[in-house]
């Protein structure tokens, strides 16, 4: 009696909460850490990456609009459901970085934390950054955040789980919506937590996952004018210094690749949700 | 409209009709009052603070500063409220009115004297044919607590003495309770007990308290037939202010426009440096216009004011400062 | 009539040298280029001063005395480091006649604005951030938050001394040192903090002074052994300097252009609307960068305000900044005088309806009328373009959506005004404006405890407050 022949999965990008093939028709061959073919993932396009600015684009009013309870408990559903695929994000990252099971276990765990702790700060981050300023005049004057808008996301090549999650999680918890461009070496659990994404009750949009070649697709990003800040936590020093000159072109905010290799165990902190939050300060007279 | 004859005691000051008045229609009821006075554009206490005192750093020197002084104390109306006012006190007070400084002509006579009904008859009589009108406070001034019937008998009592100009005070209890027809009905049957006597109305704006009301009881004012508009008593304080005389002057000018009939504004009170005196005038200059800058238009209430004018004056002539022994205490 | 008799400031309280060097290492030094340049009296045209032009040399002498002097000053206590800066604020304080004359005199600005806005803020900049020098671990960066090191500070001629608060003060009290470029136009109130400085006996090398143009600037920004570049200008020139930091650690601030919408209400104070539009456009002659430069004005009471805003427009008085009552001073160069002709004949050649009130212009110097365009148009360059000059754009709509599409239509995000009597529409308002100051019900206030900066192409970065401080901190 023979095998079963396996049904293999096919990976494509998510773009406005459905997941299409790349326009351009392209896709790679992704391996195994041995070297073992896994899957073909899309490779996408520029205009796969104008597309998810797009989406991105259009999500942003509802999403920054959403009180930031449900932002905090969408979040949270997130983790949940993540934490449900446990065993296939073990898997997929026992593949991709040879690591073993209960090392990968361990990186999947602290993927679920990581976002239940950044679900936590959504409704928290407004009081830690704004502030009432006391004027020397009969004005009430109040300072608060908001997000920065369509982010562009150079994803970290050599966590693609956490440092994915990592990443997202900071950009979006605030309001802001983004464009991910996954590891392009290990593609293939930014797919699968975009299966967990469009089932988590997050808008469609919100979060965009491109997969393919960074260098290819990141200075697009960086140079779209209806982008409005890019991190670039995973571009080489080459790639960086090309997406950041790009980025001048409409005052992009820049979060530059991290001067030491990143630790995604460490405490984050909270400057990746501050680095695309702005600061609006209003004034209003007191007077009878 | 508003049936004077109903109130009784205005037979003798003659059929004032409202309703061809301007803007007459508003005032059918108090709810069409009420509609049209809250319908008014607001008005920002910081910002309203914030463009009196910008006009106040204006820097009136030299040439213009002696046109102002001059202008100033013709814009007086020399003021006696005391309960222990006497005829010889209002006496000398007429004749400093008419002579402010008595070793220089050149210096002007004031716009008036204001002084309490009782007391108009000998201000008239003191002050002749000099051309300086007599002004009494009428209508149970300063509170302004009483019957319609006494505050017209009031009023026409004080221009049977001879009075020219009335300062009536308006009934805040009812303007503050919303009872803006009330307020109006009353200003209506004294300005018809006037007569040809001008009629000045006190808001009393420091019980008035939001420049909002200010705003407000000005038009209420203006549209019962006010022919100025007067910020104060003297007996409240806070009395005049800039910022309130600024929302006053904003809705003469604004009247003018809508109503095409020009109103006077009056700040009194609390008025008592030269300094104070030119800061008005700027305020008028700046805001209703020099149209404005009249004593047929504006006027200052004050009593101690005037020694400080004729003190700059002299000090603008003679390079040195004066000294208030030199100058009346009139 | 009531005519004003003049009321000039006296300028004999200033002194300013026929020609002056550079401030490096607590020492005026001469440049080693030949390079010489003019400040002019923009009202008269005649030259106040001749001012060293810094080279690339020069930049590297100013930058490698911050650097020697920012082992000192970083590792001096946070309570010394407060009793310098508030050493300062109080000489400000002192001079301030003097220093708002100056500024009269350099940039065209009335002095009544000097006097009583320019110079009051900038001592209250200094008191402000002296006090956080001591008080950075509670500020919530962290317990130990340290300064980044040398700040090349590029800033603008509309408030030349202001600016150089704004940079300088959160900058000193950070640890960290500074070498900073004042606009070529304005350099003389910077020269004259440089005294200030020695008065208060700073430091040799924590405040250094270098005066030039562009290429100063692009020096200044590109020097490899500058850790903090922070910019207040245009934002073309912020763009490039975007560009040039790219791949370099050097932390950045920009505060750049804005095309800020003042929003009016038909349920609006209107008498204090007028005000307000007036200060948000023709205060400091437009020279602002958050001005209220469109007016958005609810078709219901256009009408009313335009001729409220006209007859209001009739009183302003334009003429020589030295007097006390002038409200409109001198466009501070030709060549800014230029672009703003340049602009209005755009907006005229578009179709807009311009309008100005009678106004004498003097004969020398450089002047241009309050003026306000009608029948403007989104698409028309006097609606999207900065003018930075006395000019406003008018422009109507019918809801608080439209008003919000209209007001965000812009690559700028600086500033907004929403002028409402309901409370409600007015938070609404400010939520979906974006902008990093939305003023509703006053326009143009500023103070040092208030952050202050851009969304957008308007820049990024917060100076003023707690958030100011960031900029100058390793976080």
Redesign the interface.
């Known amino acids: 009696m023979s095998e079963r022949l396996a049904v293999r999965k096919t990976y494509k990008l998510f773009i406005g909460g459905a997941f299409p093939r790349s326009e351009s028709g392209r896709s790679y061959v992704v391996s195994s850490s041995k070297g073992e073919f896994l899957a073909n993932a899309s490779k996408a396009s520029r205009k796969d990456a104008r597309e998810a600015v797009a989406a991105a684009r259009k999500a942003f009013p509802g999403w920054s609009a959403a009180t930031a309870y449900n932002r905090g408990q969408i979040l949270y559903r997130v983790a949940e459901m993540l934490e449900g695929r446990r065993g296939q994000f073990v898997s997929e990252l026992v593949d991709a970085d040879g690591v073993g099971v209960r090392k990968a276990g361990e990186l999947v765990d602290a993927a679920v934390d990581r976002l239940v702790w950044y679900a936590g700060w959504s409704d928290k981050i407004g009081a830690i950054r704004g502030s009432a300023n006391p004027v020397a005049g009969p004005y009430f004057n109040l300072s608060s955040t908001e997000p920065t808008g369509v982010v562009a996301v150079v994803a970290p090549q050599e966590a693609p789980l956490l440092g994915l999650v990592s990443v997202i999680a900071p950009v979006i918890v605030t309001g802001n919506t983004c464009v991910v461009v996954a590891s392009e070496r290990a593609p293939l659990p930014s797919i699968t937590l975009a299966e967990v994404l469009a089932t988590s009750d997050l808008p469609g949009g919100v979060v965009n996952i491109l997969t393919g070649s960074a260098a290819e697709v990141a200075p697009w990003l960086a140079g779209h004018m209806d982008v409005n800040a890019v991190d670039l936590t995973g571009a080489d020093a080459e790639l960086a210094v090309t997406c950041e000159e790009a980025a001048a072109e409409n005052l992009k905010r820049v979060l530059r690749p991290p001067s030491v290799k990143a630790d995604w165990l460490a405490d984050p902190g909270t400057e990746r949700m501050t680095a695309f939050l702005e600061t609006k300060t209003v004034w209003h007279p007191i007077g009878t | 409209m508003v049936s004077l004859e109903s109130f009784g005691l205005v037979g003798d000051a003659g059929a004032v009709s409202t309703t061809t008045a301007p803007l007459a229609e508003v005032a059918a009821s108090n709810s069409t009052l009420r509609a049209f006075l809250h319908g008014l554009?607001?008005?920002?206490?910081?910002?309203?603070?914030?463009?009196a005192a910008m006009l106040g750093?204006?820097?009136?020197?030299?040439?213009?500063?002696k046109?102002?002084i001059d202008?100033a104390i013709r814009m007086v109306d020399l003021t006696t409220l005391e309960g222990a006012d006497t005829p010889g006190k209002v006496k000398a007070m007429c004749a400093k009115a008419v002579h402010p400084d008595p070793t220089d002509s050149s210096v002007p006579s004031v716009a008036a004297v204001c002084v309490y009904p009782d007391l108009v008859a000998t201000a008239v009589q003191a002050l002749g044919s000099s051309g300086v009108k007599v002004a009494s406070v009428a209508t149970a001034f300063p509170s302004g607590r009483s019957s319609l019937e006494v505050k017209v008998a009031d009023t026409v009592l004080a221009v049977a003495a001879g009075a020219a100009e009335i300062d009536m005070v308006i009934d805040r209890g009812a303007f503050l309770a919303g009872d803006y027809l009330t307020v109006f009905e009353q200003i209506a049957a004294v300005k018809a007990a006037c007569g040809s006597a001008h009629l000045k109305v006190i808001l009393e704006t420091g019980e008035l308290?939001?420049?909002d009301n200010v705003r407000r009881a000005s038009w209420l004012a203006m549209i019962a037939g006010a022919d100025f508009i007067k910020t104060s008593t003297g007996k409240v304080s806070p009395a005049a202010t800039l910022p309130v005389t600024l929302v006053m002057l904003?809705a003469v000018r604004d009247y003018l426009r809508t109503a095409g009939r020009k109103v006077g504004v009056k700040p009194a009170g609390g008025i008592r440096t030269t300094k104070d005196a030119i800061k008005y005038?700027?305020l008028v200059?700046?805001t209703a216009g020099?149209d404005w800058?009249d004593p047929d238009w504006f006027r200052l209430g004050a009593s101690s004011l005037l020694n400080d004018l004729l003190m700059q004056r002299q000090k603008m002539a003679t390079g040195r400062y004066a000294g208030p022994d030199y100058f009346t205490l009139d | 009539m009531f005519e004003y008799a003049p009321a000039p400031e006296s300028r004999d309280i200033v002194d300013i040298k026929p020609s002056y060097g550079l401030f490096i290492n607590g020492e005026w030094v001469e440049p080693l280029g030949e390079g010489r340049d003019k400040t002019i009296n923009p009202a008269s045209e005649e030259v106040l001063a001749e001012v060293a032009v810094a080279g690339e040399a020069d930049v590297d002498r100013a930058v490698q005395a911050a650097r020697k002097a920012f082992t000192v000053w970083s590792a001096m206590p946070g309570s010394e480091r407060a009793k310098y800066i508030f050493r300062i604020a109080r000489i400000i304080q002192e001079r301030a006649r003097e220093l708002a004359v100056l500024e009269s005199l350099d940039n065209g600005k009335p002095i009544r604005e000097a006097r009583d806005v320019d110079l009051p803020l900038v001592a209250a900049h200094f008191f402000y951030y002296a006090g956080w020098a001591d008080k950075l671990s509670h500020a919530g960066f962290g317990p130990s938050p340290q300064p980044l090191g040398v700040a090349g500070q590029v800033i603008p001629w509309n408030f030349p001394l202001l600016m150089l608060a704004w940079k300088i003060a959160p900058a000193l009290a950070c640890g960290n040192t500074v070498v900073l470029k004042p606009a070529e136009t304005t350099p003389l109130t910077a020269l004259a903090f440089a005294e200030i400085c020695r008065q208060a006996d700073l430091p040799p090398g924590v405040v250094n002074i270098v005066t030039g143009a562009g290429e100063t600037g692009a020096a200044l920004v590109r020097h490899p052994d500058v850790d903090k570049v922070a910019f207040t200008g245009s934002t073309e020139v912020g763009r490039m300097i975007a560009r040039s930091v790219a791949g370099s650690r050097k932390k950045v601030t920009l505060e750049l252009g804005g095309k800020a919408a003042n929003i009016v209400f038909e349920d609006a104070a209107l008498d204090q609307a007028v005000e307000g539009i007036v200060n948000g456009i023709f205060f400091n002659q437009g020279h602002v960068c958050c001005a209220g430069s469109r007016l958005l004005v609810q078709e219901s009471v256009a009408e009313e305000l335009l001729d409220a805003l006209k007859r209001r427009l009739s009183t302003l008085r334009l003429g020589d900044p030295l007097d006390k009552n002038t409200d409109i001073g001198a466009i501070n160069s030709a060549a800014q005088l230029a672009k703003i002709r340049e602009l209005s004949e755009a907006g005229e050649a578009e179709g807009a309806e311009r309008w100005s009130p009678t106004c004498p212009i003097p004969d020398k110097g450089f002047w241009f009328p309050p003026t306000v365009f009608t029948g403007v148009a989104q698409s028309h360059r006097i609606a999207r373009e900065e003018i930075f000059g006395p000019v406003l754009s008018v422009l109507t709509f019918r809801t608080p959506a439209e008003a919000v599409e209209k007001a965000n239509n812009t690559p700028y995000g600086l500033s907004a005004g929403v002028w409402t009597e309901k409370g409600s529409l007015m938070l609404w308002m400010a939520s979906r404006l974006r902008a990093g100051v939305v003023w509703s019900n006053t326009f143009n206030k500023f103070d040092p405890t208030s952050p202050f900066g851009g969304y957008k192409e308007s820049g990024y970065g917060r100076e003023g407050g707690r958030h100011g401080l960031e900029a100058y901190l390793a976080v």
Do not use: C, F, M, W
């Not at chain 2, 554009?41 to 910081?46: I, L, M, Q, W, Y």
């Not at chain 2, 750093?57 to 500063?65: E, F, L, P, V, Y």
């Open positions: 554009p607001g008005v920002d206490r910081v910002g309203a603070d914030a463009r750093t204006r820097s009136i020197k030299t040439t213009a500063k046109q102002a202008l308290s939001t420049y904003e005038l700027v200059n700046e020099p800058l």
